[in-house]
């Protein structure tokens, strides 16, 4: 499957926990697209396990971090809650995000696995 605009930077620790971090920062008329990209990527990770995510030292398959900055001619960057529900699949935006049609929106996803997990990721999205 492809992904049109998270790209994926890929790290590998001593016991085969993977890491990928992607950074995007699309056009505001791209906004909805990404979020549902980055949607389309975490309800992936929780139908592969539906454990969910959590610490991978505590025995979870996997987990992440969704970080995101609105950003506006003339301002400063203002952070986004962002709140993935995995029962639909749907990734929630706050206010300010709404409030703002024209802001320019940068994310990053940060995503670790197993290597059991990083091996059926890297199969299904064609990562690194």
Do not use: N
């Amino acid at each position: 499957m492809d992904l049109q605009f998270l790209e994926f930077d890929c790290s590998e620790d001593a016991e085969g926990v993977v890491c990928w971090d992607a950074l995007a920062q699309p056009l505001p008329r791209y906004r909805q697209a990404l979020l549902k990209e980055v949607a389309s990527v975490l309800a992936w990770a929780h139908g592969w396990s539906p454990q969910g995510p959590g610490a991978l030292e505590d025995g979870a398959d996997f987990d992440f971090d969704l970080q995101a900055s609105a950003l506006q001619t003339g301002q400063g960057p203002k952070a986004i809650d962002l709140v993935f529900h995995p029962g639909t699949g749907d990734i929630a935006c706050g206010p300010l995000l709404a409030d703002a049609p024209d802001a320019a929106l940068a994310l990053g996803l940060s995503l670790s696995g197993t290597p059991a997990f990083a091996q059926a990721f890297r199969a299904h999205w064609g990562a690194p």
